[in-house]
Every structure is written in structure tokens, then in C-alpha cells.
T-cell receptor, first 113, second 116 residues
Framework: GDSVTQMEGPVTLSEEAFLTINCTYT??????LFWYVQYPGEGLQLLLK?????DKGSNKGFEATYRKETTSFHLEKGSVQVSDSAVYFC????????????FGKGTLLTVNP | GAGVSQSPSNKVTEKGKDVELRCDPI?????LYWYRQSLGQGLEFLIY????????KSGLPSDRFSAERTGGSVSTLTIQRTQQEDSAVYLC??????????????FGPGTRLLVL
């Protein structure tokens, strides 16, 4: 079945540091890929998405590129801020279905001033 | 416009009691999803509705769990004879049907259930 593996946290960075959170997946067909973010005390929010190979999703300075050859969708940001502190979830919607999201375990990011 | 809303935000119950969790999707969204977020299992899919029908109930963990959706809008997730392992945050999401494109799922704030 479909699965998502993402880098385990927690990740602690200083403000303005470079961020990478690794995400790899296993899926049949051609999945769509997502990053969701959960800020403290809030619900899950879509951060960015990509629907086909080589697509790059971007939002709020975050980027991720859909790499079919390496089955990866790593999240990056060039300069993190304290306000980026949150839990980040990588997820896929399998090509064989158009509904169910399969999530990774989540990565807690803490950014210190 | 209003997002997905869920009630109650928190629920504490005693083992063996029944609970009902409510989800109000974004107006006009035909698809509705329930997920569970727990420490040990991460985020798990429970059930999916398209309109009032549930084509996929495969994620429901046991027959104590059931869900319904009426009028293509509000959904209720019911857990009968609650157990301590049911303690989790129950998340609801909704999406529209986009022709030729992925349906982005928008999540509610969740209901935090604690079974004592």
C-alpha cells in the first residue's frame, strides 16, 4: 500500500538557517504530493502541493519538488523564522484513488531567535 | 468564507460511554473525510464521504466506530463503548470536486477526545 516516510524530528534551528525536511514515498500510479503544517494550537493547513513529476510547489518561502526518479518530495526553506516553528507533515494522495491522504509521522521544527 | 468547523473542541468521557463528534464542512464541498491523529499512530484515515454515501470505510478501526452524513453537509462520527485507546484528536476535512485536478483537503481544528 501507499506509504510516506519523513525525517524524524525534532529539528531545532537558529533563525535564518537553511531548512530541509526529507520525505520519500511509496505509491502505485501517479500520486499527488502535499506538505501540510500544524502551528501550535491550530489545525492542519495546506502549505504546498505538486501533482506531477518535476512540479515544484511553493508557498511562504517554502519549496518542494516532486522527484519521481527518487520518489521524494523534500521540503526546503532558505531562511527560517521563529514563526515557522510548527509540525510539518508530508502526505500523498495515491494515483489509484482521488481521496484518501496518507501522511508521514510529522516533523517538529523549532526555530530559535 | 467559513472553514471546516468541528464540535466539541474537547471531550472527556468515561470508558464505556458513547460519544458523538460533529463536523460542518465548507459550504459546497461534496467530499468529507475523517482522520484520527494519535501519538502512537500519527495521522490515520478513517472514512470518506462523497455526498451522503461512504464509498470507503476501510479506516474505521472497529465496529464501535460509525459515521453518517446527512443532506450532503454535516457529518457525525460516533464511537460506542469508548476505550482508552480511542483517545486521540479526530480531524475532519472537506474538499470540492475539481474537474481534472486534485482535490485539496481543508481541515478543521479537530476534536480532542480523552477517554478516562
Amino acid at each position: 500500500g501507499d506509504s510516506v516516510t519523513q525525517m524524524e524530528g525534532p529539528v531545532t534551528l537558529s533563525e535564518e538557517a537553511f531548512l530541509t525536511i526529507n520525505c520519500t514515498y511509496t505509491a502505485t500510479g501517479y500520486p499527488s504530493l502535499f506538505w501540510y503544517v500544524q502551528y501550535p494550537g491550530e489545525g492542519l493547513q495546506l502549505l504546498l502541493k505538486a501533482t506531477k513529476a518535476d512540479d515544484k510547489g511553493s508557498n511562504k518561502g517554502f519549496e518542494a519538488t516532486y522527484r519521481k526518479e527518487t520518489t521524494s518530495f523534500h521540503l526546503e526553506k532558505g531562511s527560517v523564522q521563529v514563526s515557522d516553528s510548527a509540525v510539518y507533515f508530508c502526505a500523498l494522495r495515491g494515483g489509484g484513488s482521488n481521496y484518501k491522504l496518507t501522511f508521514g509521522k510529522g516533523t517538529l521544527l523549532t526555530v530559535n531567535p | 468564507g467559513a472553514g471546516v468547523s468541528q464540535s466539541p473542541s474537547n471531550k472527556v468521557t468515561e470508558k464505556g460511554k458513547d460519544v458523538e463528534l460533529r463536523c460542518d464542512p465548507i459550504s459546497g464541498h461534496t467530499a468529507l473525510y475523517w482522520y484520527r491523529q494519535s501519538l502512537g499512530q500519527g495521522l490515520e484515515f478513517l472514512i470518506y464521504f462523497q455526498g451522503n454515501s461512504a464509498p470507503d470505510k476501510s479506516g474505521l478501526p472497529s465496529d464501535r466506530f460509525s459515521a453518517e452524513r446527512t443532506g450532503g453537509s454535516v457529518s457525525t462520527l460516533t464511537i460506542q463503548r469508548t476505550q482508552q485507546e480511542d483517545s486521540a484528536v479526530y480531524l475532519c476535512a472537506s474538499s470540492s470536486q475539481l474537474a481534472g485536478g486534485p482535490e485539496t483537503q481543508y481541515f478543521g481544528p479537530g476534536t480532542r477526545l480523552l477517554v478516562l
